[in-house]
């Protein structure tokens, strides 16, 4: 899937909140056994980010990403053990895979089936509420599988007590989030929507707008988004090249950096058009499973 090639991009980095704080960010390879003793917020968490299937996991200031592969089967499991956390939310999102994800240096792929997002630690103080930092950054453990490969979307086995949610609907959600006064959100939100579905025009459109946001920061962090949508970017080149008058040096290479991105991007419609077959399927199975 095209948002999860470059994950950390925005993933890893982006959610290292404060954006003030130095990021501190570790990562390790294969199941070896987590300690129970750093989530004990999550009672029953366990089983799922100790489960035998988990390829790759990463850490940066409290926010975390663990990786798995595997079968239909061994995703049912998984999903069982999702729903015994002590929560009061289960929520998965159902997107059109491959899942692939990269080490920090980038030399390693990593190709996976599912993972389990957790927040916590200095990660944690997001903008409240209020904000809407939560339409962004859940405050339960929650967990995404990439439907397709090895993952049957028609054998999904969806426990009671979870919800699950498209892209299309999750897309809307982090839409919402961008009319937040806070400026984190506004700026770490284009690049999570960006990263979440960069094949949907309304998410494009919906980060476009902050091109002209009245905070700078917040423009950067959009025109690193913008890029990510490749040749469904290029209407956006004559507003691109008007904001290389700033006299911001560091800006000015960003903008030039995504100008460049944008102009070299690959066609990939052959690869949209497999993403929204499987997302309109996705999407029935939603349908077919609200409760």
């Known amino acids: 899937m095209r948002n999860m090639s470059t994950c950390l991009t925005f993933a890893v980095l982006a959610l290292c909140l404060p954006g003030k704080a130095w990021a501190l960010a570790t990562e390790d390879f294969g199941n070896a056994p987590r300690n129970e003793l750093n989530y004990k917020d999550w009672q029953g968490i366990m089983p799922v980010v100790n489960h035998s299937s988990r390829v790759y996991h ?25 729903a015994a956390i002590r929560a009061e939310v289960h929520e998965v999102l159902l997107q059109p895979g491959p899942g692939v994800t990269h080490s920090f240096d980038g030399a390693k792929t990593i190709p996976y089936d599912w993972n389990l997002h957790i927040i916590g630690g200095i990660a ?37 007590g979870v919800a699950i949610i498209d892209l299309a609907g999750l897309s809307r959600r982090y839409r919402e989030a961008l009319a937040s006064k806070d400026r984190e959100v506004r700026g ?39 890029a990510t949508f490749g040749r469904k970017a290029k209407p956006l080149l004559p507003v691109l090249r008007d904001m290389l008058a700033t006299q911001n040096k560091q800006f000015k290479d960003s903008v030039e950096k995504a100008i460049e991105e944008i102009q070299q991007a690959k066609d990939t419609s052959a690869a949209e058009k497999e993403h929204r077959l499987m997302q309109q399927k996705i999407h029935k199975f939603c349908e077919s499973h609200k409760r």
Not at 134 to 139: A, H, I, K, P, R
Not at 192 to 211: F, G, H, P, V
């Open 58 to 82: 990463w850490w940066c200031n409290g926010n975390e990403q663990f990786y798995y592969r595997g079968d239909t089967a061994t995703l049912n499991d998984a999903l069982q053990k999702f």
């Open 188 to 226: 770490w939100g284009a690049g999570q929507l960006a990263e979440l579905d960069a094949y949907d025009t309304e998410n494009l459109s919906a980060i476009a707008k902050l091109l002209k946001d009245e905070d700078e920061w917040v423009q950067r962090n959009a025109v690193g988004a913008v």
């Open 124 to 160: 944690k103080h997001h903008p409240t509420k209020s904000a809407r930092g939560d339409e962004l950054w859940s405050e339960f453990p929650t967990m995404a599988v990439c439907v397709g490969g090895d993952i049957s979307l028609e054998k999904i086995e969806i426990p009671e």
